[in-house]
């Protein structure tokens, strides 16, 4: 079995920062690709931020540039770091990495439970 644990959420007011955490752990041969979702009231679910196991990084266009997304593989965890928050920027954020359970096969999603950003005044 497989369990992402994020940290980090809670509520912050419009320009402040906030660093999100999840750290993957189970039984597995290791991870390929790891991102963060969003989900706002009213909006269907949209990528945030997405890295390869390689580092390198995309950003939805409304996040570029306050957005920063990295991963320490060694701890097979990711972090998104939100600076200059936004009132738009509130949703539940999930946490989602791609397990490699054997070489050579396909890969597996796994999701987090989610946890609530809040930007408001």
């Known amino acids: 079995q497989v369990q992402l644990v994020e940290s980090g959420g809670g509520l912050v007011q419009p320009g402040g920062s906030l660093r999100l955490s999840c750290v993957a752990s189970?039984?597995?041969?290791?991870?390929?690709?790891m991102g963060w979702y969003r989900q706002a009231p009213g909006k269907q679910r949209e990528l945030v931020a997405v890295?390869?196991?390689?580092?390198?990084?995309n950003y939805a266009d409304s996040v570029k540039g306050r957005f920063t997304i990295a991963r320490d593989n060694a701890q097979n965890t990711v972090y998104l770091q939100m600076n200059s928050l936004k009132p738009e920027d509130t949703a539940v954020y999930y946490c989602?990495?791609?397990?490699?359970?054997?070489?050579?096969?396909?890969?597996?999603?796994?999701w987090g439970q989610g946890t609530q950003v809040t930007v408001s005044s």
């Open positions: 989602n990495a791609d397990i490699l359970f054997l070489p050579l096969s396909p890969t597996v999603p796994y």
């Open positions: 890295i390869t196991r390689g580092g390198s990084p």
């Open positions: 189970g039984r597995f041969f290791s991870i390929n690709a």
